[in-house]
């Protein structure tokens, strides 16, 4: 008898926790996701300029820094990640030097979302240009959705 009420406790134990291990992304009924990316446009006015984009967790643990690229959709992988932007001289890039992670420039939110199925989107791309420098900040706008 013993035995089977700890059992039976072990598995209410398991029935009650399972839903707090298990999670997903529902999608509502009559909507759909909508693929949103976000681009560099004219990085080729700015050839003395790098920019490099740091992906973290969101526990802060460093994921992956890469540098960004003319016309390249930029995503962050997992949707609860954070994808900052950085920016460099070429010449202190170029010796190899470490990345300076003072020169802050944007946290990017390119993550998808759900809208209305009577809204036709699909697929949003952002534009994001250089607008240049003011007070040793570099300046970036959104040009266009």
Known sequence: MKKIAVY???????????P????????LPNTHAVERSIVFVNLGEYPTIVLFGNVTSPVGNHVETFQVENNKPLYKGYKFNKLLIYWNTIEKVDLGSRLNFDNFVAEIQSESYYVDD????????????????????????????
């Open 118 to 145: 009577i809204n036709p989107l699909m697929r949003e791309e952002i534009q994001d240009s250089i607008a240049g420098f003011n007070g040793g900040k570099l300046v970036v706008y959104e040009s266009k959705q």
């Open 8 to 18: 039976a406790l072990l598995l209410l134990g398991f029935i009650l926790l399972f």
């Open 20 to 27: 707090l291990a298990v999670s997903a992304d529902v999608i």
